[in-house]
């Protein structure tokens, strides 16, 4: 038997940060919107826990237990009292240390395959929990379509969204570690008090109606700064999308991709071709948002 579950990326149309808490995260207002790049996670029975990697930046990818798949199935495996004894083959799409969660998508996909291939019966409810103990963001790359996360980001709560938006995503020449640039977060507000963070009611109506030019206005992502300072050239890739004409144009989560909010596949293409020929860049992907979350395929 084999399963196999595909999985998006996602992009923060709003990302409001907090101050540091006691316990090193930080507390989040954390709009998510789930993107059509996805990577695709395949379950086949095997002697022991193996990890194996296909695509683009696959010589990238840990195949180790540190790979949040393999964590994942051992953390399934260890709750149900089963052996981790799966081989898991990642198709990776989504760009590697980009700030748009594949990591966090390739252990929701593990999880749902594991679960359906050895029989677990985990309710989604156990599913979500275990997610949230994985990582602040893999619940919402199971959940899918588009929520607002608070805590870490974990907890989660459907949002409305009244049509499908047009994106093109810049794909920078090198990763940023999300630890790293919430580190430089701190360091640039360091003795300034950083207000609770709060979804934008402005962007929340904008998503509900569909509404891509008031959502391109309302697009904000807190860790821009910090993401910018460790990564200068961000900066030239940001403004090359907005001469281009996208409406709306941010660092997505922690970078370094960049994220292009467009008014149609029209326009998109359009914004790819020159962020393409800019150089600025390593690579571009359009694609539409909303999409739904881990679905067995
Ligand atoms: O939860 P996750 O393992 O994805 O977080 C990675 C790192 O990002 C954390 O170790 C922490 O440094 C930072 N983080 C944070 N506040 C959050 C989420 C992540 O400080 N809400």
Redesign the pocket.
């Known amino acids: 038997m084999t399963v196999t579950v595909r999985v998006p990326a996602k992009v923060n149309v709003q990302l409001a ?1 907090g101050a ?2 006691p316990d ?5 207002a ?1 709009v998510f919107l789930a993107v059509g790049l996805f990577d695709e996670v395949t379950a086949t029975p095997s002697d022991e826990l193996r990890i194996t990697c296909e695509g683009p930046d696959a010589a990238e990818v840990p195949l180790d237990r540190t790979n949040l798949a393999a964590r994942a199935a051992l953390t399934l495996a260890e709750r149900h009292g089963v052996p981790p004894a799966v081989h898991l083959h990642i198709a990776k799409d989504i760009p590697v240390a980009g700030g748009m969660a594949g990591g ?1 998508a390739d252990a929701a996909g593990a999880l749902v395959a594991c679960d359906a291939l050895w029989g677990t019966g985990a309710s989604y409810g156990e599913l979500l929990d275990i997610c949230a103990e ?5 619940p919402f790359s199971m959940v899918g379509g588009a929520a607002l996360g608070t ?4 907890r989660l709560r459907p949002l409305a969204v009244g049509g499908v938006f047009h994106w093109v995503f810049a794909v920078a020449d090198g990763g940023l570690s ?2 790293a ?3 430089e977060f701190d360091r640039l507000n360091e003795g300034v008090t950083v207000p609770e963070p709060a979804a934008s009611q402005d962007l929340l109506d904008a998503l509900a109606k569909g509404d891509a030019h008031a959502l391109g206005a309302t697009l904000a992502n807190d860790l821009q700064p910090a993401a910018l300072s460790l990564f200068p050239s961000l900066a030239d890739t940001l403004a090359v999308g907005r001469a281009a004409g996208a409406l709306g144009a941010l660092v997505s989560g ?1 970078g370094p991709t960049t994220a292009f909010l467009t008014a149609d596949a029209e326009s998109a293409t359009t914004v790819a071709s020159s962020l393409l020929a800019s150089g600025t860049c390593r690579a571009v992907r359009v694609a539409l948002g909303p999409v739904a979350g881990a679905t067995m395929v």
């Open positions: 940060v540091a808490r090193g995260f930080h507390d989040l954390n966090s994985l990582g602040s963001d893999v805590g870490r980001g974990d999300t630890p640039v919430y580190r922690s």
